[in-house]
């Protein structure tokens, strides 16, 4: 009896199950938000240089009215491209004879200017505080404000490399609750950092942290739960993380304050810590680990949830063995050489390593400076995050009727014109920018729910895990660079645009060179998968023969055994 049979024994998709997977899914939206946390914490305001006087020194000279006030800061302010005052400079020594004219200096002579020497005014109309207008990073500053998002990404990475190993040793549920809590904790610190490092550090946390969740969530859903059922789950916990992207506005909405938006996506972690405790351990894991006695009582309990204690009571500890014994001898063999020794899979693993990394990288680049587009914040991360229901339901649908590779490959083709075509419109037209830049981030969404797919069914079940953990390691690389390249749009403005699109169009002809899954058995070896690309053209020829797809299967499994 095989482990999934177990399942089917105790319940294969019942009441235990349906909770498990609730609990599980439903953290997924606060992830969600601290993904997407530095279009609202780091929004820049409009500001300009705090003139020498101060501000309060206007009431001294009389100057009270809005239009004599902006008068007066001629006096003391350069005026940009736009004719507003300069938000970096300002003049070395009072401009007096600018007051009551129309000039922009004198007698054509340019007035000496410098950098803002007594901090910045800030408009606080739309935001009351964010970490810019608290630690002052414009200017020649700026480029810190992106390096946060660099650093929470880096994080992800750090902890997906580390918290990935100690789950397999210490245990699915116990590592979620250690992730839960720290998350909880280094989110509510970054709250209230008192400095700028100190902020870093604790976003960094939280990176690891969050990572922690992820992983784990999904291995404790996909380890309860049975092989046909795992589409529907991985599609709630999907659509879990979507409804984040709309939750998220209307959070930072009704707050304004970075420090209150950034504690009201953290304290409910503190709520996933306490009931995480009722959660089980995985079952698989446990016999794997030597703790059968410990696997039968959890199993027994599913039983009696989903109202089978009969079938649960069957159960003993040799069943248990007996049902994971091949895992066993196959996780042994496991190794990250193995996803390059042979072709095939050499080319499965390049290939997926640059659809991750640049599904991630143009993903990140689109979605974390919205800004950028010149357009209400708020109303434009909830058109971003509602776009991703009707994409990710077109994507479901794509990969069930025309196939894996052909939606990877289309998806991302498509995101990457969009992008391309954004990086050449003029800013005035920003419907039609945002219109485009909503319908990118829809195909990449899309992209994003084939990758996880698609590669679970490419790689072999010997190596399947540690190939999900590279390809996955090249999504967080992707996701921390993405940030580092938004930077060099202080210079070339279109460039940013230019390196997200290009290198997704260019990845989404790579993906053609993958082999197509869709309606072929999981492979379980290597050789499986190097014997993959014969066995799909006799799958076609005997369609094309009218053969039943299910004999097809057949005969492929007899090929293969």
């Not at 990969?399 to 014109?417: F, V």
């Not at 540690?466 to 460039?495: H, N, W």
Request: proline residues 4%; aromatic residues 10%.
């Amino acid at each position: 009896m095989a482990f999934g049979d177990l399942l089917e024994m105790v319940g294969d998709l019942g009441k235990f199950q349906a909770i498990h997977i609730a609990l599980l899914s439903f953290p997924a939206m606060f992830t969600a938000c601290h993904n997407l946390l530095q279009n609202f914490v780091a929004a820049v305001p409009d500001h300009r240089c705090r003139v020498q006087l101060g501000d309060e020194g206007l009431r001294y000279l009389n100057v009270t009215e809005e239009p004599l006030r902006e008068e007066f800061l001629r006096v003391f302010l350069p005026l940009d491209e736009e004719g507003r005052p300069d938000k970096c400079r300002m003049y070395t020594s009072p401009q007096w004879h600018l007051l009551g004219t129309n000039e922009t200096q004198g007698n054509g002579s340019q007035p000496d200017t410098q950098a803002c020497t007594d901090g910045w005014v800030y408009d606080r109309s739309q935001f009351t505080s964010t970490i810019v207008t608290e630690w002052d990073l414009v200017c020649d500053r700026k480029s810190l404000k992106r390096m946060v998002q660099s650093i929470y990404m880096a994080g992800l990475l750090i902890g997906a490399c580390v918290l990935g190993r100690l789950s397999d040793k210490f245990g699915r549920r116990t590592l979620l609750q250690w992730s839960y809590l720290l998350l909880a904790v280094s989110g509510t610190c970054a709250a209230f950092s008192s400095s700028f490092p100190l902020f870093c550090f604790w976003r960094f946390l939280s990176g690891v942290s969050l990572s922690g969740v992820i992983m784990n969530s999904v291995s404790l859903k996909v380890e309860w739960t049975p092989t046909r059922f795992r589409p529907p789950v991985a599609m709630c916990g999907s659509f879990c993380y979507t409804f984040g992207q709309v939750l998220l506005p209307g959070i930072a909405y009704g707050i304004k304050d970075w420090c209150w938006i950034q504690l009201s996506v953290s304290v409910p972690f503190f709520v996933f810590f306490l009931y995480s405790w009722w959660l089980s351990e995985s079952a698989r894991w446990l016999i794997v680990n030597g703790k059968e006695h410990v696997a039968l009582k959890q199993l027994k309990r599913a039983a009696k949830v989903n109202g089978r204690e009969a079938e649960g009571e069957r159960l003993t500890v040799e069943i248990l063995k007996a049902s994971v014994e091949n895992d066993q001898l196959t996780a042994k063999k496991q190794s990250v050489l193995d996803l390059f020794r042979t072709p095939v899979m050499r080319r499965i693993t390049c290939c997926m390593m640059v659809v991750w990394f640049s599904t991630s990288f143009a993903y990140y680049g689109l979605s974390i400076d919205l800004q950028g587009f010149g357009v209400d914040i708020y109303l434009i991360q909830l058109i971003f995050g509602a776009v991703d229901f009707p994409a990710k339901i077109t994507a479901f649908l794509t990969l069930s009727l025309i196939g894996r590779r052909i939606t990877q490959g289309t998806s991302l083709i498509l995101a990457g014109s969009v992008v391309l075509a954004i990086a050449v419109l003029p800013k005035e037209l920003q419907t039609v920018r945002t219109s485009l830049a909503a319908f990118g981030k829809g195909c990449l969404s899309a992209a994003f729910t084939c990758c996880f797919l698609y590669a679970n069914e490419l790689y072999p079940t010997v190596v399947r895990q540690t190939g999900i953990g590279l390809i996955g390691t090249m999504a967080r690389l992707g996701a921390m660079v993405a940030p580092i390249v938004r930077m060099t749009g202080d210079y070339i403005p279109f460039l940013p645009s230019l390196i997200y699109g290009g290198a997704t169009v260019i990845t989404g002809l790579t993906a053609f060179l993958l082999l197509e899954t869709r309606n072929m058995p999981l492979p379980e070896t290597i050789d499986d998968v190097e014997n993959s690309k014969k066995s799909s053209k006799r799958v076609s020829k005997l369609r094309n023969e009218d053969v039943p797809l299910q004999d097809a299967q057949a005969s492929l499994m007899k090929q293969t055994v």
